[in-house]
């Protein structure tokens, strides 16, 4: 499609869609419109920006767009309009991405279902009354029901990897500081990712180069000539029984092909200790980042999100210290993993998208939580379907700044299990 007919079939998806998937909630049309005739421009005149020059990206609505509203789901801030873009929206603009408008999300990220008390809640595109995960669940959804090309998210314990996990779409948490956070209304500075969620893997690595990779070269790998370290967290994670037959099929399929495997287990990283670590460390840096306005406005945000920042703000300081000194050790300890490795492959999360009803597993970031303290680069993969027709999915997790060889492997996984469904045609 030419970057015109491309909006004009997003347009047309959103007014079908978006009442029942309640995904955007706020759109800029007339701009985008706008964007994409120059786009289209550029192409008949054979200057396009970039390789992603007239694709269309929907925000989650803690990252800035000039002229909407930028709230992080937060009521308190529902009326602040952003006056620029944040760095990595004006870096797509600059590539001549078409911005579509702002998704839905967690309040405050600050939590992994997008059943958001001001905003309402975002279905799963594959199953309505499910959860399409969180923090950066419209940011998943948006992808899955085809309603924009790609979407930026963020991601502090696994908020961009999890809902593509549960929306079944490949996600990307970069290496820390490769895509700036400038214009994000944060959760946690000590934590936070903004990274991108497309249908297939080579959709992301150009994405990437825009959002502040430029060097990432596209790369081949041969999943035969490097070790693969498999992260099953047996003895401390439960899987579901759907979840572990997808991720052992996984396997199977890995060494049907002759591919070498080792179980690996991340030194130092603990699931119970880092869950209460990063959720600790999460809810400090909330309270600070939050403070003027739970002043001036404490009844813009739910009584949950208030008594979660009160929470970690009322602990004692050695309290607070050990959880930054845990997070840090998780760090340091980290290459570690890959003395013996290339990459680790691990669940995404030891769920699928669940009913909005059920309780919230409090284990869902217990496999995506280690690349954020590590500040390693990780791509989220759907691996197909279970027999509910839910998504599956694994993670890859590399060294440092090795992105490119992730998002490499990343392509060669979605290769052997084949491109992601859709939920809608």
């Not at 200790?273 to 309270?287: F, I, Q, T, W």
């Not at 059920?358 to 217990?366: E, G, S, T």
Request: charged letters at 25%.
């Amino acid at each position: 499609m030419t970057p015109l007919e491309r909006f004009e079939f997003y347009k047309k998806r959103i007014e079908t869609l978006n009442p029942e998937l309640n995904v955007y909630i706020h759109l800029c049309l007339e701009q985008a419109e706008e964007d994409a005739r120059a786009s289209e421009q550029r192409v008949r005149n054979g200057r396009v920006l970039s390789d992603i020059d007239g694709w269309c990206v929907a925000v989650k609505a803690n990252i800035a767009v000039k002229g909407l509203p930028h709230h992080a789901g937060i009521a308190a801030y529902k009326d602040d309009i952003a006056i620029e873009d944040a760095v990595a929206v004006a870096r797509l603009r600059k590539a001549g991405a078409v911005v579509l408008g702002v998704v839905n999300m967690h309040e405050g990220a600050l939590g992994a279902t997008t059943d958001n008390e001001t905003f309402g809640r975002t279905q799963n595109p594959w199953k309505h009354g499910f959860t399409p995960g969180g923090s950066s669940g419209g940011s998943g959804c948006v992808v899955a029901a085809g309603l924009s090309d790609f979407a930026l998210g963020s991601d502090t314990m696994g908020s961009v990897r999890i809902p593509s996990a549960y929306c079944g779409v490949q996600g990307h948490k970069p290496t820390t500081g490769l895509v700036p956070d400038k214009g994000v209304l944060a959760l946690s500075h000590t934590l936070d990712h903004v990274g991108p969620h497309a249908r297939s893997v080579d959709e992301l690595l150009p994405i990437l180069r825009v959002l502040g990779a430029s060097s990432l070269d596209q790369t081949k790998v041969d999943l035969r000539s490097i070790k693969i370290g498999i992260w099953s967290g047996e003895g401390d994670v439960v899987l579901t029984p759907s979840v572990q037959k997808g991720f052992d099929g996984l396997q199977s399929k890995l060494s049907a092909s002759a591919i070498s495997l080792k179980k690996v287990s991340p030194p130092v990283y603990g699931y119970g200790k880092s869950r209460r670590a990063g959720l600790l460390v999460s809810e400090v840096e909330a309270a600070k980042i939050h403070e003027e306005k739970l002043k001036t406005n404490p009844d813009g945000f739910s009584d949950l999100f208030k008594k979660l920042m009160a929470w970690g703000a009322a602990r004692p300081q050695e309290e607070i210290d050990k959880a930054y000194e845990h997070i840090f050790a998780v760090k340091d300890a980290s290459m570690a993993t890959f003395n013996d490795v290339d990459v680790v492959i691990a669940p995404t999360a030891p769920q699928q998208a669940f009913s909005f009803e059920d309780d919230v597993p409090a284990n869902q970031a217990d496999f995506t939580a280690w690349a954020n303290f590590a500040a390693l680069p990780a791509t989220a993969v759907c691996i197909g379907l279970s027999e509910d027709k839910l998504p599956l999915s694994c993670q890859i997790i590399g060294k440092e700044n090795e992105d490119a060889f992730v998002l490499a492997v990343a392509q060669q996984i979605e290769e052997l299990c084949g491109r992601p469904p859709s939920p809608y045609k």
